[in-house]
C-alpha cells in the first residue's frame, strides 16, 4: 500500500470512519445513510473514496446486506477505537469543565469481584466521590473483544484465551481458586468427598462457552464420570445462588471468594472437595498502543498500593 500514515492522516475523516461503524451496524448502505442523515448517493461516494484509499474492498454484497470482508473487519475495529476515544475526549472535557470527576469503565471474570474490584471501588469512591464507573461482570474472551472495541478501558481477566494474546499488556494479579458448593439447607458433609460421591445430585452447569464448563468437564475426565444429562444450565451467579438455596440435591463451581460471600449470609455451603484442575491466574488486561484515562491509571496503582499486582 503506498499511502503512509501522513497521507492517510490528511484524507481519512471522521464521517467516512462513522459510515465504516454504520455500515457494519446495519449491514445496508441505505439504512446507514439514513442513520448518518446523508442521501444513498453520498454514502455511496465516501464508501468508494475509503476503498480507493486503502486500495481494496472492504465489504461484500450477501443475503444478508453488505458484510465486511478481512479489510473491512480490520479498518471497522480501529474506526471503533478511534471514535471510542473521541467520545471519551469529548466526556473528560466536558466533565473538566463541570468539575466532575470524569469515566471508568472496567471488565472483570467473577472470582475477581468480592476481593479484587470491589475494594478498589470503594477506595475510588472516597476518592473521586464524581467519578462515574461501569462494571461488566463477563467471560475474559467477551471483555477483550469490548477491550478492543475501546468499549472497555481495562478488563480483570486473563489475556490468554485471546488468538493474539501479545498485543495485551498483563499484569497478573492472583489465582482464581474455584470450590464445589450446595445449597445452605443441604446437609452439611463431614469427610473429604470426590465427585463420585455426588453421584445422586444434579449438576448446575455453566453454558458451553464459559471457562467453568470446561473446567467440569475436564473434572469429571478425570474422575472417570461423565457429565451429567440431567444438568441445568446458567450463566447467572444469581440464578445459580437462588436455584441451590431451594433445593438438597443439585450441586454447582463458584470462584472461592465469590461463596465465601455467600457461605457468610448462609446462602451456600463449600463442600470439602478438591478439585485436581489447577487453579486459573487472573490480571490486569489493557490494550498495548492505547492510553489509559487517568481514572485508569487511578484504579491501576490502587491495586498495586494494596500489593495485588506482582
Same mark, same amino acid.
Given at each position: 500500500?503506498?499511502?503512509?500514515?501522513?497521507?492517510?492522516?490528511?484524507?481519512?475523516?471522521?464521517?467516512?470512519?462513522?459510515?465504516?461503524?454504520?455500515?457494519?451496524?446495519?449491514?445496508?448502505?441505505?439504512?446507514?445513510?439514513?442513520?448518518?442523515?446523508?442521501?444513498?448517493?453520498?454514502?455511496?461516494?465516501?464508501?468508494?473514496?475509503?476503498?480507493?484509499?486503502?486500495?481494496?474492498?472492504?465489504?461484500?454484497?450477501?443475503?444478508?446486506?453488505?458484510?465486511?470482508?478481512?479489510?473491512?473487519?480490520?479498518?471497522?475495529?480501529?474506526?471503533?477505537?478511534?471514535?471510542?476515544?473521541?467520545?471519551?475526549?469529548?466526556?473528560?472535557?466536558?466533565?473538566?469543565?463541570?468539575?466532575?470527576?470524569?469515566?471508568?469503565?472496567?471488565?472483570?471474570?467473577?472470582?475477581?469481584?468480592?476481593?479484587?474490584?470491589?475494594?478498589?471501588?470503594?477506595?475510588?469512591?472516597?476518592?473521586?466521590?464524581?467519578?462515574?464507573?461501569?462494571?461488566?461482570?463477563?467471560?475474559?474472551?467477551?471483555? #477483550? %473483544?469490548?477491550?478492543? /472495541?475501546?468499549?472497555?478501558? !481495562?478488563?480483570?481477566? $486473563?489475556?490468554? @484465551?485471546?488468538?493474539?494474546?501479545?498485543?495485551?499488556?498483563?499484569?497478573?494479579?492472583?489465582?482464581?481458586?474455584?470450590?464445589?458448593?450446595?445449597?445452605?439447607?443441604?446437609?452439611?458433609?463431614?469427610?473429604?468427598?470426590?465427585?463420585?460421591?455426588?453421584?445422586?445430585?444434579?449438576?448446575?452447569?455453566?453454558?458451553?462457552?464459559?471457562?467453568?464448563?470446561?473446567?467440569?468437564?475436564?473434572?469429571?475426565?478425570?474422575?472417570?464420570?461423565?457429565?451429567?444429562?440431567?444438568?441445568?444450565?446458567?450463566?447467572?451467579?444469581?440464578?445459580?445462588?437462588?436455584?441451590?438455596?431451594?433445593?438438597?440435591?443439585?450441586?454447582?463451581?463458584?470462584?472461592?471468594?465469590?461463596?465465601?460471600?455467600?457461605?457468610?449470609?448462609?446462602?451456600?455451603?463449600?463442600?470439602?472437595?478438591?478439585?485436581?484442575?489447577?487453579?486459573?491466574?487472573?490480571?490486569?488486561?489493557?490494550?498495548?498502543?492505547?492510553? #489509559? %484515562?487517568?481514572?485508569? /491509571?487511578?484504579?491501576?496503582? !490502587?491495586?498495586?498500593? $494494596?500489593?495485588? @499486582?506482582?
Amino acid at each position: 500500500m503506498k499511502n503512509t500514515i501522513d497521507v492517510l492522516m490528511s484524507r481519512l475523516r471522521m464521517k467516512q470512519l462513522h459510515l465504516l461503524i454504520a455500515l457494519d451496524d446495519h449491514k445496508s448502505l441505505h439504512k446507514a445513510a439514513g442513520v448518518l442523515s446523508m442521501t444513498q448517493s453520498a454514502a455511496s461516494k465516501v464508501l468508494h473514496e475509503l476503498e480507493s484509499m486503502f486500495e481494496a474492498p472492504l465489504f461484500e454484497r450477501s443475503k444478508t446486506g453488505m458484510l465486511p470482508n478481512q479489510f473491512g473487519h480490520c479498518i471497522i475495529r480501529y474506526a471503533r477505537l478511534m471514535a471510542s476515544d473521541l467520545t471519551s475526549l469529548c466526556h473528560d472535557i466536558a466533565e473538566i469543565r463541570s468539575g466532575r470527576g470524569g469515566r471508568l469503565a472496567v471488565g472483570t471474570i467473577m472470582g475477581a469481584v468480592p476481593e479484587v474490584l470491589v475494594p478498589i471501588l470503594n477506595w475510588l469512591h472516597t476518592r473521586q466521590p464524581n467519578l462515574s464507573i461501569e462494571v461488566v461482570e463477563d467471560t475474559s474472551l467477551r471483555m #477483550l %473483544s469490548m477491550l478492543d /472495541d475501546g468499549r472497555l478501558d !481495562l478488563v480483570i481477566g $486473563r489475556a490468554s @484465551v485471546s488468538d493474539q494474546p501479545s498485543k495485551y499488556h498483563y499484569q497478573p494479579l492472583g489465582d482464581e481458586s474455584i470450590s464445589v458448593v450446595v445449597g445452605y439447607a443441604h446437609p452439611p458433609f463431614e469427610e473429604e468427598l470426590t465427585l463420585k460421591d455426588l453421584k445422586d445430585h444434579r449438576w448446575l452447569v455453566y453454558p458451553g462457552h464459559m471457562p467453568l464448563h470446561s473446567l467440569l468437564q475436564r473434572e469429571m475426565d478425570l474422575a472417570g464420570i461423565s457429565m451429567p444429562s440431567n444438568q441445568i444450565a446458567t450463566a447467572s451467579t444469581f440464578v445459580t445462588v437462588t436455584i441451590l438455596q431451594r433445593s438438597t440435591d443439585l450441586v454447582a463451581l463458584l470462584p472461592t471468594d465469590v461463596a465465601k460471600l455467600f457461605v457468610a449470609h448462609q446462602m451456600v455451603r463449600i463442600l470439602p472437595l478438591k478439585l485436581q484442575s489447577k487453579y486459573q491466574t487472573f490480571g490486569i488486561v489493557t490494550r498495548k498502543g492505547g492510553t #489509559l %484515562s487517568p481514572a485508569a /491509571d487511578q484504579f491501576i496503582q !490502587l491495586l498495586r498500593d $494494596r500489593n495485588l @499486582v506482582h
